[in-house]
């Protein structure tokens, strides 16, 4: 997955790798998979975006 996650007045580009069903080129379906995405960012990253942000645009990308 690659894309951009946005907070308040900061954002930065990512790609990490998280299998999703629920998680299709520019959508995200469900709350669960946004959560598992956003802690797969917080993790490679070390950076503490919370669930409230937004990610726009995600695509998808298979390994």
């Known amino acids: 997955m690659s894309g951009k996650i946005h907070y308040k007045h900061h954002q930065i ?3 990490v790798r998280y299998d999703s069903e629920e ?3 520019g959508e995200i379906k469900s709350e ?3 959560r598992g995405l956003i802690h797969a ?3 490679k990253f070390r950076v503490k975006y919370p669930l409230s942000s937004e990610i726009a645009p995600v695509h998808v990308r298979s390994f």
């Open 13 to 15: 580009d990512f790609e």
């Open 23 to 25: 998680i299709t080129e």
């Open 32 to 34: 669960d998979a946004k």
């Open 41 to 43: 960012i917080n993790q």
